[in-house]
């Protein structure tokens, strides 16, 4: 089964943290992203290709009209074979939905929907420069209830500027109190050249005002076991969710399944590559969706992958499978529980099931993941 | 060209004082240089010595010059390096000129290091000129800095041409005064061939070529000359003088002059210099004086940070002994960084420049350890050992009794921080000799210091404490009984041994201690606690502990752009590279030169 991911590049106004591919667009740019984008996937089209996920995400997609998101599923599923149980998900913006387009998003076959909501504080939202405010994204989280969306997840950040022990626990308990099944959880990271990065370059101080290193693990640890208590299970590095409500789609990322991406610098990962569609919004409606694809994989190293994605889970990795990907032998320090593992249990960074089969990340283990995975890798 | 028109002479100068500008303003002023050629500081042509602002090898040049006299003269000017580390070599370069221009900063005054040259100037017989610089400097004080000369130095300077070489203020006035105050070079054509080799350097096509200062007899293309300290001999290829941009071959040099020999030389050894050059077929009896053959002071390990670029590594510092014949390097093993070398240098500086070469002009990853001198050690059987690398220093049971070298040092500062600078070199087991007031505001202390209190940071610590004001300069004298110990590092439990070294025993507790903070801090954070000691003998003096890493990056995955999952991971692997694996812990290359800067 493939995944389908639809990227929509707009946002109505780009968060200082965000160094993903995303533009502020106006109507007519739209309308012509739009008819751009229907036809890149027609140009796909193959109805061998039986797809049970659809994930529209962004930027923001629902900056678009609800009657265009829903002309792109319908494009997707008259290119795919896409399964009558399939799950479909759109992104969303609190400030960027009402209840009426939250209905046709509905009833145009979207059933899951993902809030950025990021915190239930004021002045954390507006300390990331975000659009909404805690209010409007109850209310979207309400409505979306009341549109009929019953797999409802929401975003949630740790190490905003300001962002206090207790302010996040009053996130938590407010966020989750909300109708809804699955939480994204992460930690805020400066990425170079964003607005963000400059602005506590030039004022030093602003790094003082985000909790150190270890705080944050503290806090962290704090979230998974509040939201424990509340039935959120973590089944990845960042996502947790009430059983059953495990984002199909992202599991497929983790799991080293096939998706195929439409849209400006979308990814994809299909036939044992890896490539993305390399041209910008202007562009991509000038070539009117005809695909220009680069390569970023083409003899992807199913072995390494496996490791560096598997882990990630909660579920973790099969040894077994890891001995069928890896010919080699490269990891079968890996796979025979070698001292390396041995000592990485020890300090209880890794979880190792009794028939030693499944290796897996404790909760210490997930906080320091690309440590632990580039150890493993080397 | 006749002898009276020739006059052979050098700059002496403190760093930053205005010497490689002032050769630059000389070489424009005798038009040796094409104004396209004209780049900042000419003679110093190594891309280390332009950013340093220091001349580390000689060079020299021919210029000529239309006095105002009419007459066209020769100059042969030979660049010195200014730093204590090349001291002999600086001997060599003055060894082959009738005089020195001294230039001195009108706003600083005088320095140790311009001293310490100066001196050096007068005892081989130069004659001195003067020259206050930087006189367009809103602080230059020109009356003051002339009253310093005389006082201090004791030669007329009252009437040193006043100059700005920056500004290219009254040049031609020094150039003059060359002429008039430093005397024409003597000898004698016919005499047997005498010529003082002052530098030398590898060039890919002609082999060795040796730069000499002819004192007697005439040296002639084809002929076959001698090297008499180390014997070599070889038929000379060409023979010529140096011009500003490239070498100008005459067929002759006659006594007086200062040119190059090309002879297909292989090895920079056989050519070093303070040696004298003669003729085979008709030999001088005596050399001259003052050679000697210049001993490594500091000795310390340099390792490629990746163990497979250890022949690339062998490769390199073979071809910049090529140019350099005081560096000397000999195999070595560590058990913590694997196959490398022991590099034995003239001073800090001279490791400093070696390694930077290796790594920019090379392309090598190098961890360099901390350097040691060279203790002497006698044995309750009586042997003597000279120990280099403190890994090899002997079970302290069979030692009768130990040594170090000493120093002889010179500071000069303004006065109010006589009270800093005598902390210090207390701090630094010297003994206290004299103290001199060079004026009012001045002062020049001398101190006898341990080698090994001053390889370290000691010339850091000196201008933090006096705000950067003073200069230091020193001389070896001698090995002095001393109670040392060596002292261990160990990580995770394990000695490392590139970190062990040798210290005095009352200074053990401060500097291990001091040492495992410096480790906490270069160290990052691991999975694991990585405890870090330090021990003498077996036990433990001093201990910290790296707490383990409790978070790395936690980022949203999009859209199933795994590519930034790599991208980091990459990332880490790139990082790994730059560490050194010690057991289970991963020590950045810096680590083993921390305990250089203690002093922070």
Redesign the interface.
Known sequence: MC?I?I?IPFCKRKCIYCD?YSVCGSDKLYSGFVSALNNSIKNRADKRIKADTV?F?GGTPTVLKSSQLTSILNAVKHSFDVSSNAEITVEANPCTVTRESLSELFNGGFNRISFGIQSAVDRELSALSRLHNYKQAEEAVLNAERAGFTNISA?IMIGIIDQTRESLIDSIERITSLPVSHI?A??L?VEENTPLDEMIKRDRSKIARIAD??E??ER?LLMNRLLKEKGFLQYE??NFAKPGFESRH?L??WRCEE?L?FGPH????FDSK?Y?EDCGVTQFIDRNGEPKITY?DTDVDKAE?YI??SLRLAEGLDTDRLARLDKEGRYSNIVSNAMEIN??SY?K?INISEDGKHISLSE?G??????????L?? | MKKEQIRNFCIIAHIDHGKSTLADRILELTSSVELRDMEEQLLDNMDIERERGITIKARAVRLNYKAKNGETYVFNLIDTPGHVDFNYEVSRSLAACEGAILVVDASQGIEAQTLANTYLAIEHDLEVLPVVNKIDLPSADPQNACEEIENVIGIPALDAPRISAKMGTNIEEVLERVITDIPAPKGDDNAPLKALIFDSYYDQYKGVIIFVRVKEGTLKVGETIKMLATGAQFQTVEIGYMGATSLVPSGELKSGEVGYIAASIKDIGDTRVGDTVTSVEHPCSEPLEGYKKVNPMVYSGIYPTDGAKYPDLRDALEKLRLNDASLSFEPETSIALGFGFRCGFLGLLHMEIIAERLEREYNLDLITTAPSVIYKVTMTNGDVLYIDNPTNYPNPALIASAEEPVVSANILAPSEFVGNIMELCQDRRGTFKDMKYLDETRVELHYELPLNEIVYDFFDALKSRTRGYASFDYEMKGYQVSKLVKLDILLNGEVVDALSFIVHTDKAYARGRRICEKLKETIPRQLFEVPIQAAIGGKIIARETVKAMRKDVLAKCYGGDITRKKKLLEKQKEGKKKMRQLGSVEVPQEAFMSVLKLDE
Do not use: C, P, Q, W
Not at chain 1, 366 to 375: D, G, T
């Open positions: 995944g991911y990227h993903f994930y995400g975003d994204s992460y930690l990271k290193d270890d944050l693990a962290y590095i960042s992202n497929k990322y998706y991406g979308a990814h994809s990962y890896r993305f970023t992958e560096m994605l000592r990485l300090e960074l210490r997930f906080l320091v993941s690309n440590a632990v995975i580039s150890r890798l080397n």
